[in-house]
T-cell receptor, first 112, second 114 residues
Framework: GENVEQHPSTLSVQEGDSAVIKCTYS??????FPWYKQELGKRPQLIID?????GEKKDQRIAVTLNKTAKHFSLHITETQPEDSAVYFC???????????FGKGTMLLVSP | DAGVIQSPRHEVTEMGQEVTLRCKPI?????LFWYRQTMMRGLELLIY????????DSGMPEDRFSAKMPNASFSTLKIQPSEPRDSAVYFC????????????FGEGSWLTVV
């Protein structure tokens, strides 16, 4: 089955800095890669996703890049703000009859 | 839409007691998932249903856990008997399909077994 590795497990940045979280996946058949944000005590919520037919996608301060050859994808957050502090999960899914496999999560702390 | 609805939101129970968690998926979604989240193991998929049929229950930790989906708008996850190591947040989630679609999570059921 699919295996998703996520790094780092924790990340501390100063407000205004950029943050990058990286994930690798094992199955080259995977073609859907969402990112979820989970604030303390809340549910995971989708913030951005990318499909295998594109290499990059942006939404305001967040962007995701995908390298299918290397089987890795990354989340980039620019101009970080304290409210970006949360746990971020990457995930991967194959087409057809399969589910999302999640990474272990990255706890991002943005200090004012 | 009200989103995925779970109950109870919080439950504290004694070891050995039966626990039943409930979930109402988003109307029109035909896939439903039960996840367990702990600090040590992260988000674990326990079981998922497609069109009310259990597709993969390989994530169910042991026979003490069971899940049902009697109709398209309701699912239960039961633990009997419960143990302290079952303490976790249990999330129900739904999606319009199996793969390549956004999964929407409920608020979670926070279970503490003492």
């Amino acid at each position: 089955g699919e295996n998703v590795e996520q790094h780092p497990s924790t990340l501390s940045v100063q407000e205004g800095d950029s943050a990058v979280i990286k994930c690798t996946y094992s199955d080259s058949a995977s073609n859907y890669f969402p990112w979820y944000k989970q604030e303390l005590g809340k549910r995971p919520q989708l913030i951005i996703d990318i499909r295998s037919n594109v290499g990059e996608k942006k939404d305001q301060r967040i962007a995701v890049t995908l390298n299918k050859t290397a089987k890795h994808f990354s989340l980039h957050i620019t101009e970080t703000q304290p409210e970006d502090s949360a746990v971020y999960f990457c995930a991967a899914s194959m087409s057809g009859y399969s589910t999302l496999t999640f990474g272990k999560g990255t706890m991002l702390l943005v200090s004012p | 839409d009200a989103g995925v609805i779970q109950s109870p939101r919080h439950e504290v129970t004694e070891m050995g007691q039966e626990v039943t968690l409930r979930c109402k998926p988003i109307s029109g979604h035909n896939s439903l998932f039960w996840y367990r989240q702990t600090m040590m193991r992260g988000l674990e998929l326990l079981i998922y249903f497609n069109n009310n049929v259990p597709i993969d229950d390989s994530g169910m930790p042991e026979d003490r856990f069971s899940a049902k989906m009697p109709n398209a708008s309701f699912s239960t996850l039961k633990i009997q008997p419960s143990e302290p190591r079952d303490s976790a947040v249990y999330f129900c989630a739904s999606t319009p399909g199996i793969s390549g679609n956004t999964i929407y999570f409920g608020e979670g059921s926070w279970l503490t077994v003492v």
